[in-house]
């Protein structure tokens, strides 16, 4: 049989990244582009990805390539546009009809959804979630992201925008505000960002006098980590937190769609026990007993660097 | 072509109604016969059942039958069984493989789950969300159930349990113990109990010395309704107070499975707006702005005295 690949493209603010890739998962060949066109300049960018995927494909041959799997900001199943996304200028104001093109210009079928719902799709195709028909993909990064599988298949609801689980509230009254511009939201404190903030905001009250995180001037979540590490008392309790806010909201999550696992990507899932732990703890503890110490919290097994066009390639399986 | 029906069999606590139902949702043929069976005469039961689909099925014809619907607290649909259902004695301390044992006494396929996915599944067959493929129903009466339609199929879940809105949580701290065991769930809120609960509350704290339902020895949710509709401001203040709660928890869901709409049911719903106004300001007020004023809050068009027999008949189709 002759071996088949399809073409995995993520579609972020400042880049591109694409890549042919076979049903192993493995990366055949991978480029990076620019995603900085201007409102007029949509056409360019989408000609530009299309022949970059020709360019990669040479070695394998265009032949072979079966598919194109696309994760973009807002980028909505139903209608195969890029819908009014802020942080990419080129379909700030408009919707772009980027499987549309791509499918006439390439002729094979073309899957577009967001980041997030691509990254569950691909640990369902290639990582930790293989065989798993039931689960929720949450990626703590920049933002709180998430892609929900029932049943095998992605969730898009009515409109193609389910799974926005980093946008359900987890603090009812003045919660933080957050940057879709709603207070309390989960992405608020489970971010990196979220969790930054709560270490700043922490060490304003003067509580914590001797962590050495006073020291640092613009705290990442990353700093904090490292302060957990060396046993830093205001990192352990911000881990404490930002676990416990998440695991009371996966509680929730499994009320509605019990699944087997909650898989966890990004960043902060490379804390490992620090966030783990006390999310496992709350998640336990707000449950119904039928699911008490049932479901899995799992970190993805897609390395950091490839799971974006992983992500999107799975799509077109 | 042969007229064909289904039977729908609601088992409750007290009594089970079972009735043979045609295609447009008319019931042909309906009685009601006693739950209460102990431990050890769950075989007793099901014999009963059988023989009065039988009995009721004699004047369409048993051949013209050709399924049946079950609804049932903790009915499993995976495995068949009714597990360990607290108020049913005879299903107490076991699972009781009803699907398999009705099967095989009636030669007709057996479809089992509980009660609030049965009433979602009899709404998008026989009510208001006919036609509609992704839809939340709410159940609100002595519990909050719901049964929750993604891509036109019901959620059940890896373990067959999905859909159990009422146990989310909506107030983080101190919440009010649910009958579940937790706290702070939205079944101790905002079901028909939950809201006759506040309401004695918020009198006990002396603040409403002219409400009517001082006089009121056992305040039930329909005593706030009335004492709303006549002006109360108790009873307007508890309806507030609830139908927020009910908002914000949609808001949440929303953000899970972006419904078309949140269909509700029971008791509480025949309140109209003094329910589904504060409940429709409180989700929209929590939702990401893609979905502001776009997702419907709609009452079961379900007849309550039918329901259950109609919700667990439509499982059988």
């Known amino acids: 049989m002759e071996k088949t690949y399809v073409a995995g493209v993520d579609i972020g603010g400042q880049t591109t990244k694409i890549g042919i890739v076979d049903r192993d998962g493995a990366i055949v060949a991978q480029t990076v582009i620019t995603s900085k066109y201007a409102a007029d300049e949509g056409e360019i960018f989408l000609t530009s990805i299309c022949d970059t995927i020709r360019d990669l494909a040479k070695e394998v041959g265009m032949a072979a390539v079966k598919g194109v799997g696309i994760g973009a900001p807002n980028g909505n199943y139903y209608s195969g546009c890029i819908e009014y996304a802020v942080n990419l200028p080129f379909a700030k ?35 930790n979630a293989k065989g798993m028909k039931n689960f929720i993909m949450i990626t703590l990064g920049t933002g709180v992201g998430s892609g929900i599988i029932i ?90 937190y930002t676990g416990t806010l998440l695991g009371e909201a996966c509680a929730n999550f499994i009320a509605f769609s019990a699944p087997e696992a909650i898989v966890v990507f990004g960043g902060l899932a490379r804390s490992g026990e620090y966030i783990f732990g006390p999310m496992r703890t709350a998640m336990n503890a707000n449950v119904l007993s039928v699911w008490k110490d049932k479901v899995a919290i799992v970190p993805s097994a897609l390395k950091e660097s490839d799971a974006a066009i992983l992500g999107a390639s799975a799509l077109a399986w």
């Open 151 to 240: 049943n095998g298949e992605l969730v898009y609801g009515h409109d193609g925008f389910a799974g926005e689980l980093g946008h359900t509230k987890v603090i009812r009254k003045n919660g933080r505000r957050c940057g879709c511009g709603q207070e309390g939201c989960l992405e608020a404190y489970c971010s990196a960002i979220g969790m930054a903030k709560t270490a700043r905001e922490w060490l304003e009250t003067g509580k914590y006098p001797d962590s050495p995180l006073n020291a640092v001037e613009e705290i990442t979540s990353k700093d904090v980590y490292e302060a957990a590490v060396k046993g830093d008392q205001l990192a352990l309790d911000v881990f404490q």
């Open 93 to 127: 104001n408009s919707k772009v009809p980027i499987k549309s093109f791509i499918e006439e210009k390439l002729g094979v079928p073309v899957t577009l959804t967001n980041d997030a719902n691509a990254a569950a799709v691909g640990e369902m195709t290639y990582g």
